[in-house]
């Protein structure tokens, strides 16, 4: 057991040492493969008439506030999503392009902010594993000293190995989620892209 849990301590020790060589310099904390971009370009996703004059008006109006939230959710289908939108403006009559651009106004605020407060959480759990890769490292040099010892404490072996096994699943079930969650802020990129791109052709 005690080899088991030796290389699987190993392992860890690896997979945060490839981490940490594959950070952005700019962003120690970032945990992805994927370049940290802090925030989406409002000319990347919208071409447009010019949304300076609506900016946070979009949340004066009761039916465009709670569209967004349904929009923006992504627990909505994005063809769903599409669907919505094209219903919602093919019933605006002469006060389209006013609406089309106020939701497309709280959409970007909206998708914005998900994806900063997604980035900030695998940026916080990033140093939570910086933290737990250290004390994992600390604690399979003292397991190998104890191993080595003359005489050997069993019950010590036992307890700091079970310590091990413990640590390491944690570390690796929070490596397998920040995989994945790696993937939502392009997700909401392309999400924002797409509900702009139908919005437009809705206005035209």
Known sequence: MIVRVLASAVLVLAVAS???HAADPRYPDWPCTQAKVPEISLAAVWAGPPLDDVQNRWKDDARI???????AARKTPLDEA???????LAGSAADKSANARLLFAGLFDTLNAQRSQVMNGLERVSRKQRDAADKIREETIQLQALQG?????????EALSNELIWKTRIFEDRHKVVRFVCEVPTSIDQRLFALGRVIQQEME
């Open 65 to 71: 506030s709670a569209l967004v939230a349904k929009l």
């Open 82 to 88: 599409e669907k919505l939108v094209k219903e919602f």
């Open 18 to 20: 490839t981490a940490a």
């Open 149 to 157: 010892a003359t005489p050997r404490d069993e019950a010590k072996v």
